[in-house]
């Protein structure tokens, strides 16, 4: 399986970004994508998921409300939708997988695509 991520950037605080996640590889429908977050210095933490063919979708408690997960399932792509960001939503963004997961439980993902960068300016 491989993930390939994009959309990060440069934004000023109460902006807004997108980030694409584009994978391929056999059985992709099978798993459920998600993002995780890594600001400099801290661990690596789980943001939003969605499951690939229910559209369950799961986010961390200081994500919600602000930033919302898709998918468009003919292209095997997923979108995290970031409104309102702040400051501390710098990190990054790595998009991953795992296979058969429910959105609530991505927990080690089986694969992770590259980081890309998002910060956010106060």
């Known amino acids: 399986v491989q993930l390939q991520a994009s959309g990060g950037g440069l934004v000023q605080a109460g902006g807004s970004l997108r980030l694409s996640c584009a994978a391929s590889g056999p059985s992709i429908s099978t798993y459920t994508m998600g993002w995780f977050r890594q600001a400099p210095g801290k661990e690596r933490l789980f943001v939003a998921a969605i499951t690939w063919n229910g559209g369950s979708t799961a986010y961390a408690d200081s994500v919600k409300g602000r930033f919302t997960i898709s998918r468009d399932g003919a292209k095997n792509t997923v979108h995290l939708q970031m409104n309102s960001l702040k400051f501390e939503d710098t990190a990054v963004y790595y998009c991953?997988?795992?296979?058969?997961?429910?959105?609530?439980?991505?927990?080690?993902?089986?694969?992770w695509g590259q980081g890309t960068q998002v910060t956010v300016s106060s």
């Open positions: 991953a997988v795992r296979r058969f997961a429910t959105a609530q439980a991505m927990g080690s993902p089986n694969y």
